[in-house]
């Protein structure tokens, strides 16, 4: 017998504080699909997405409707293309992502992901097709993420690559002029970059994954807020200690029910089951916003001085609870700080209560980096990757993922709007500190190397 | 075998255990198994009891009432010679779900939803209500832990359920158990 309080609980989890299962994503290796020849490969991965996976957005479907708990997104992602498309042009690249794309709408998943290249120590003839592909690519593509990996703590900074990515993202959002940067908030640059992220932009399957395997992203702000806000309420000494308890505790729930839903997933697709990753994932809605958990616990916004203390502190708990919940957590897991994803970072953002200098002294603890942030179109190329090393440095030296997802808007200047829609939200133009001026240190190129890993002080 | 099952009811209060379970000893009977609930502040018992051979339900059942004067129980005992029903004898695979109704109380709720229940094949193994009274919703709630056979039709049966819903201005929602358990008992 259930006792009501356990009811009671799960059925508010649900209900009312937005818990979702973000993501299943679907993790399909493609190494046995490569060509030489363009038209091959490309049935070949059609065939090969399309068959696996053909069944997962009925699946979920139905395990939706068995557990009452929403399965927002499905996804789809792939060996990295830039490894597995190796002999093809740029050129060709785009067509790999328009078959991708054709694969994605044939199934109904919201996004694929993996038109990456791993580049962290160097650039392959087929990475620097594919990095080269991705402005077009994102631009003609609807549903197609892509990804590069720059660094890393064993590998160091390469600034070659970080600097090319400087000049795609600047050619990626001024294709998209007319959607404010669109095809730049579908492209992330990482630092140290997990195999197995089931969220997007970042999703790919690493070279050392199986044949096909099911991840799921599960998310929870919301949850996280209300179990604070009640705690707080029911306890009159609530302190810091207790409050990381009540994070934990959160955060096992909710690996818990994601560990559920993936692995029947799995089950019914006939296909392993990968990890859960307990991501705190916003979306640009009231009740299911990291930045309201900062209020919460009573800081007067996200970005006043002491944010950077609770983000770590929360953070760890959130990893703490996941890891505890299941022996299978991978991917990002812990607190994503999206700017335009998040309605309070956004407003925040907009006040001018949180600067992108504190951001970035943010994303040193959080589990990914900058990401969705809007930056005026005029933020020169070498800005760009400046932002970009700044954020790598900040992984490899702490040995842990480090990511940005900057979108320079065309035409826009610090403080303007800007739309991209859906789960991609909304928000201001963030300035950059002498934005739009060269950057002889990016042009230098080379590679900063990896840290040395004794004497750490 | 001289098995007997006893029911007591009444306002609860202390020693009503001890007082019916002293009888039984007295009579030489074994309890073989009981369960008791609280409903506000209604006690209510059921046991399982094993005889002596020469002995009867009556005669229990007027030790019972003697011994429990002044504490207006109401006390009865039953010959029980029956084994499990049918249904527990040919039962069929089956699948745990949790109904659950979110809402204010509204007579017939627990007969319409009982009902269509058991028009789908439906076994309730556990029901609760959870009245509160007040605005919150979570207040005021109705559980019905059920066991589903493989073979019903889910989707008649939510479609039958919301429904009712809709008639009585409540959420009904169905969800298989394993979510409770998964979410709740972080600890196995």
């Known amino acids: ?457 | 075998m001289n098995k007997v099952l006893i029911s007591v009811l009444g306002s609860d209060q202390p020693g009503i255990m001890a007082r019916v379970a002293s009888v039984i000893q007295q009579h030489n009977g074994n309890i073989e198994n009981l369960s008791q609930t609280l409903l506000d502040n209604v006690f209510g018992a059921l046991l399982m009891a094993n005889l002596a051979d020469d002995d009867s339900a009556e005669n229990l059942q007027l030790s019972l009432q003697q011994q429990t004067q002044g504490m207006n129980l109401y006390i009865r005992v039953h010959p029980w010679q029956a084994g499990p029903s049918d249904w527990h004898q040919n039962k069929p695979e089956t699948q745990p779900y949790i109904v659950t109704a979110i809402g204010p109380d509204r007579q017939g709720l627990v007969a319409e939803i009982a009902g269509e229940l058991f028009r789908h094949g439906v076994n309730i193994t556990n029901i609760q209500a959870i009245f509160k009274g007040g605005k919150n919703p979570m207040d005021n709630l109705m559980v019905f832990e059920v066991d589903v056979p493989r073979a019903a039709l889910m989707n008649d049966l939510r479609d039958a359920l919301d429904a009712i819903a809709a008639r009585l201005e409540l959420e009904i929602n169905v969800q298989h158990r394993k979510i409770f358990e998964s979410v709740s008992n972080i600890l196995n």
């Open chain 1, 1 to 457: 017998m259930l006792t009501p309080k356990e009811i009671i609980s799960t059925l508010q989890m649900v209900r009312e504080e937005n818990l979702d299962l973000r993501t299943v994503t679907v993790g399909i290796n493609l190494t046995d699909c490569v060509s030489h020849d363009i038209g091959t490969f490309k049935r070949k991965i059609y065939d090969k997405i399309t068959r696996t996976a053909g069944q997962l957005v009925a699946t979920c479907n139905r395990i939706e409707r068995r557990y009452g708990i929403e399965v927002a997104n499905k996804r789809i992602s792939v060996s990295p293309i830039g490894v597995v498309g190796a002999p093809f042009n740029a050129d060709q690249m785009v067509e790999i992502a328009l078959t991708l794309d054709k694969a994605a709408i044939e199934l109904g998943v919201d996004f694929v992901g993996g038109f990456s290249a791993l580049v962290e120590k160097g650039m392959s003839h087929g990475d620097t097709a594919l990095i080269d592909a991705i402005p077009q690519a994102l631009t003609e593509s609807q549903r197609v993420c892509s990804s590069v990996n720059v660094a890393s703590t064993r590998a160091g900074l390469n600034m070659d690559a970080i600097k090319r990515m400087g000049v795609i993202i600047k050619q990626a959002a001024e294709l998209t002029a007319e959607d404010d940067g669109l095809a730049a908030a579908k492209l992330v640059v990482f630092a140290n970059i997990p195999q197995d992220v089931p969220f997007m932009a970042g999703a790919y399957l690493g070279i050392g994954e199986a044949d096909a395997v099911v991840s799921v992203g599960v998310s929870g702000p919301g949850v996280v807020k209300a179990a604070l806000e009640r705690a707080m309420a029911e306890e009159d000494n609530l302190d810091l200690s207790r409050a990381a308890d009540v994070i934990k505790q959160t955060a096992a729930r909710l690996t818990r029910a994601g560990e559920l839903v993936g692995r029947e997933v799995a089950q019914i697709l006939g296909l392993p089951f990968g990890i859960v990753d307990l991501s705190l994932a916003p979306t640009p809605n009231e009740n299911d916003s990291v930045g309201e958990i900062f209020e919460a616990i009573g800081l007067p916004a996200i970005g006043a001085p002491g944010s950077t203390a609770f983000l770590a502190m929360l953070n760890d708990a959130v990893k703490k609870g996941g890891a505890f919940a299941s022996s299978h957590v991978g991917g990002l897991s812990g607190a994503f700080i999206p700017v335009c994803e998040d309605l309070t970072i956004a407003r925040s953002a907009a006040e001018g209560t949180l600067a992108l200098e504190k951001l970035e002294a943010m994303t040193a603890v959080c589990s990914v980096g900058l990401d969705m942030i809007a930056l005026p179109g005029d933020t020169s190329a070498e800005m760009l990757s400046a932002i970009i090393a700044d954020e790598m440095a900040i992984g490899v030296i702490n040995k842990k993922t480090t990511a940005a997802r900057l979108i320079p808007a065309p035409g826009k200047q610090a403080g303007d709007h800007v739309v991209f829609g859906g789960l991609l939200g909304e928000g201001p133009v963030m300035a950059v500190n002498m934005g739009n001026q060269e950057n002889r240190f990016v042009r230098l190129g080379g590679r900063i190397p990896a840290p040395i890993q004794s004497l750490v002080n």
